[in-house]
């Protein structure tokens, strides 16, 4: 995982945009979950190695790893409910209501992850702890990690390798 911070902005954009591929169902699901298992892997990297460097440099940035981790794996895991559509008919039922609740977890635990990424980065820019004020132009950045890659990937470069 640490390859994926050594990445130029441009190759990381490359793997990123193959979430946009456009193609026949089943294909493009699959091609959809590689862009987001990048997309993951690279949040995890940010936060895990980005909280080595602040405890190497005596920066206090309270995480809770266990509670990152689980929403890493939790968004991972529920993508495939979320993403396939296997509900027929006009009726609800329980299943669509799983489906729906699933979808809430997988958008809690993205901006959970997104937020620790971008507060770990802007920490370590910073040389202390941040506050949302502090982070929020990266928060965003790494919600459109398609246009945001190409910012903080060298930032990331520069503050972590």
């Known amino acids: 995982m640490r390859k994926l911070l050594s990445l130029k902005h ?13 193609s026949p169902s089943p294909l493009r699901e699959i091609i959809n979950s ?16 980005g909280h080595e460097k ?3 440099k005596n920066i206090h940035c309270p995480l809770n790893s266990t509670f990152f981790r689980i ?11 979320v993403i396939f559509d296997f509900s027929y008919g006009d ?13 809430l977890y997988l958008l809690f635990g993205l901006l959970y992850a997104t937020a620790m990424a971008a507060k770990t980065i802007e920490s370590l820019a910073k040389g202390k702890e941040a506050h949302f004020a502090d982070y929020s132009l990266s928060f965003f950045l790494f919600l459109f ?10 930032k990331v470069n520069k503050l972590i390798n």
């Open 34 to 49: 590689i862009a987001l298992a990048t997309l993951l892997l690279w949040t995890y990297s940010v936060v895990i190695y």
């Open 91 to 103: 009726s609800i039922n329980l299943f669509d209501i799983f489906i729906a609740l699933c979808g």
């Open 71 to 81: 929403n890493i794996i939790a968004v991972a895991l529920l993508y495939p409910f």
């Open 10 to 22: 441009w190759q990381l954009f490359l793997l990123l945009l193959t979430g946009a591929w456009v």
């Open 54 to 56: 602040l405890r190497s």
């Open 145 to 154: 990690s398609i246009v945001g890659v190409w910012i903080i990937q060298p």
